[in-house]
């Protein structure tokens, strides 16, 4: 397995080049362009790697389906469905989602932006600090790792630039789609996407998804089967936002990527796989590891389709 990660790994990496690192929020413009990295984690507990799979980056869109599975555990699937719809947006992660879709909670898609902010209001906590404690801890805990933590510097360069997510959010709020203060909503927010993780830990939370919910080795069980479901099944139509129908096709597993350049990919039954490739698509996803999941699932038979 091994051999067959460095091989596809080194015949990816010059897809890089036709990529460029997030630059609309400044500390993420740091990132590697080059760096490309693997890691696989099977139900079973087995785990291969290649590259840069220890690389610490921003967990970015990726905490999106862990918001979901923190809000659906708080809240059960019938309410955060009557918050936060299930259809696919088509569009954007930033989009704002008025004009031709009327802005009701139906045609919030919790992958996206919007439906995430409306997510963290979901989360159960005296505050907002204990709220994203909460997140942080499923977070350590599906991860498999205890020290995972902010990146601070990537959270405040989120914080000083996010006019458009602060404009998404006053448009919820007077839709009547936010109860809470806008500005403590999205410090949530703003610290979950900052995040730090590495391929490991993107491969050990998929591992989980596709394991319905238990921990790979130890099979604990940290949410019921149905909620892998749900977060599945939205990762397959939305989790690469307007680029998820062609990853359908060319990969054909439920995923979701981050503009710090991570994609954590379920493979129903079978593993989680984490990805690291900061150079992005105009989509915002990684452009080496989409290219790399691609191989992969032609040489081990992922798709589901
Ligand atoms: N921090 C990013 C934002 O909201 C997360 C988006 C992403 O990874 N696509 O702007």
């Known amino acids: 397995m091994e051999e067959l990660l460095e091989r596809l790994l080194e015949g990816c990496r010059p897809a890089a080049r036709q990529g460029r690192v997030a630059d609309y929020i400044p500390e993420l413009a740091k990132g590697d362009s080059e760096a490309l990295g693997i890691y696989i984690m099977s139900s079973e507990g087995k785990r291969s790697w290649a590259g840069d799979c220890r690389k610490a980056f921003t967990i970015q869109s990726i905490v999106k389906p ?182 359908a096709l060319r990969v054909g597993v439920p995923a979701k990527s981050g503009v710090g350049g991570g994609i954590m990919a379920v493979v129903p039954t079978r593993m989680g796989i984490g990805i690291f490739g900061p150079a992005l698509d105009r989509k915002g996803n990684s452009v080496a590891g989409i290219q790399l999941l691609e191989q992969l699932s032609k040489e081990l038979h992922l798709s589901i389709f």
């Open 66 to 247: 862990i918001l979901l599975l923190q809000a659906l555990l708080d809240n059960g699937a019938e309410y955060v469905m009557s918050r936060v719809g299930v259809e696919a947006t088509g569009k954007p992660f930033d989009a704002i989602n008025a004009g031709e879709q009327s802005l009701d909670s139906g045609n919030i898609n919790p992958m996206v932006n919007m439906g995430a902010i409306v997510m963290c209001s979901l989360i159960h906590g005296r505050d907002y600090d204990e709220r994203f404690q909460r997140l942080l801890e499923l977070t350590q805990r599906m991860a498999g790792e205890e020290e995972i933590g902010v990146d601070e510097a990537v959270y405040q360069s989120e914080k000083s630039h996010g006019s458009k997510n602060r404009a998404l959010a006053y448009l919820l709020k007077s839709h009547g789609l936010l109860e809470d203060d806008v500005e403590a909503v999205l410090d949530c927010y703003f610290r979950a996407c900052s995040i730090r993780v590495d391929c490991r830990a993107l491969a050990h939370i998929g591992a989980v998804l596709s394991n319905r919910g238990r921990l790979p080795v130890s099979n604990e069980r940290i949410f019921p089967a149905a909620m892998a479901q749900y977060v599945n099944a939205i990762l397959m139509t939305c989790g690469m936002y307007d680029g998820s129908g062609e990853f």
